[in-house]
């Protein structure tokens, strides 16, 4: 055994040249360099332990299977150290491991140990505020070199490079951590903005649409209907009835227009844009429909991009259409609200409120969620209306 003297001159100058280094690799190099001195050694790792179960190895000078580039990790259970990894035993001192039956045992990876000609070993635990955090293995190619003395300096040498090993490892998990997250939103950032451009897209398309059918389909029905004006020479019913109906084609086409190619939003902002819509639905479904639209903002929704603004003021429509179609309301009211630095836009009905455990694409609901999710906003659905039926809000933050 080392006198002291000569042990603690080579922990310190292990000490030394461990300190600096952030590389796993090269504080092995540099730990197994300085302790050669105290137990000569062909080979040297380090085994960590993680809360799954698993534990990775690094190897300085030779390198075998064990190692970290050819598996990461590897399964507790089958190592063939794991009794000392357990905390079953103080230390492992073997003469010759090939034989040792505390090597072998079903499942035991220990073909290492045959493959890079290790005999004699001594392993021990790396401990760190008592609990045990991996161990330190030291093995020579030749048989009977290690004595019990040994096992004492080699728990020492452990002792010193425990405390920094398992900072590097924090350490090391932070930072993987923290590009994980950085790629996540990266990616999620990505996502977003090629959404957002694909929004921007299908609403150049609607609103291309719209002139398509304003400047074509409509002028078309037009002249029908011009035409069949000159024909009611005696006013017949049939001819009435074909007016009417085709007055009221013309209506929603006009409704289908003006949702595709919203032209009264951009002339004339949102709050028009949203009464608009609220009166074209009176008319449509032809029932008494009482109508509020209050800003409070003064028009803070039109400061937005116009991708934004449109998307909201789709919502809204979505939201308006779902109350009339599936919850037959008779009262409507959206309000536009700033609340600290999110602005609000609420749809408040009085209908029979919404099966919030049964919730489906089928009514539009989901639209709504979709439709949010791409500009970033909030949305939340309840039947907490002060008109009794259903309320949905939608908040977009540092609007």
Known sequence: MPNPDEALACFLSIAQAIAGPTDYEQVLTNFADGLRTLIPHDHLDIVLLHPSGTQICYEAQLQTKWNHTENPYRPTENSPIRDVLRGEVDSILTEDAWVDPRFHFEGADSKPLFEANLHSRIIVPLRVQG???GSLAISSHQIGVYQSDLVVTAQGAADL???????????????????????????????RLGALRLTEGMERERQRLG????????????????RMARLQDGDTAELSELDAALENCLADLRGIVEDMKPGVLQLFGFADAVEAHLQRCVIHYRRRIETKVND???????????????AVYRIVQE?????????????????????????????????????????????????????????????????????????????????
């Open 131 to 133: 609990a045990i955090t």
């Open 161 to 191: 490079v425990a405390a920094y090993l398992f900072a590097l490892e924090r350490g090391k998990e932070a930072r993987d951590a923290a590009v994980a997250e950085s790629d996540a939103r990266g990616r999620e950032a990505a996502l």
């Open 211 to 226: 002139m398509d059918l304003h400047d074509q389909t409509l002028a078309d029905l037009a002249r029908i209907k011009r």
């Open 296 to 310: 409070s903002t003064g028009g803070q929704v039109d400061a937005l991009s116009d991708t934004i603004r449109t």
């Open 319 to 399: 939201a308006i259409n779902n109350a009339l179609k599936h919850g037959n309301a008779t009262r409507l009211s959206v309000e536009v609200l700033q609340k600290g630095d999110a602005l609000h836009v609420r749809v408040d009905d009085n209908g029979p409120g919404i099966d919030l455990s049964a919730l489906t694409s089928d009514n539009g609901l989901e639209n709504i969620r979709t439709r949010a999710e791409l500009i970033s906003a909030n949305v939340a659905i309840s039947n907490a209306s002060p008109l009794g039926g259903a309320r949905i809000e939608i908040s977009l933050t540092n609007a």
